[in-house]
């Protein structure tokens, strides 16, 4: 299902225009955060509602390619609505010449992903479509 902005405040936050020099005040995204696992042992709110002004949204489309294996990790994400498969890619056993994509897990609303490449500092350790 996909959420309209009318419909979601947390998207209706995230689509409204910036005006220069004024502060985001995002209180339905940090209310989301706040539901978040990784989020979750912040108990100070005045934190949850900082990290909310730094968030941006990624639109993407059935089948996109959010990030591959290997890339350098910048960001990471939260489902906001629909799902995320996280894959590898493998050599298929009939043919060395030919990759198959083995999905390892399916995110849903409110779970994050891409965040190990942040920790490491290294290459992204599975790709997201």
Do not use: W
Not at 41 to 63: F, M, Y
Not at 98 to 115: A, H, I, S, W
């Amino acid at each position: 299902m996909e959420y309209e902005p009318a419909e979601d405040p947390i998207l209706a936050e995230l689509l409204k225009p910036l005006a220069l020099n004024e502060p985001r005040e995002y209180v339905a995204v940090a209310d989301f955060l706040a539901t978040v696992k990784v989020f979750s042992h912040v108990n100070d709110r005045s934190v949850v509602e900082e990290i909310a002004r730094h968030v941006s949204l990624k639109q993407c489309i059935k089948g996109e390619t959010i990030f591959r294996e290997g890339d350098i990790g910048e960001h990471f994400y939260i489902v906001l609505d629909g799902e995320v498969s996280i894959f590898k890619m493998q050599q298929s056993n009939k043919s060395s010449d030919v990759e198959v994509m083995n999905v390892l897990v399916k995110l849903f609303r409110g779970q994050t992903f891409g965040d190990t490449a942040l920790e490491t500092r290294a290459g992204r350790s599975a790709g997201a479509m």
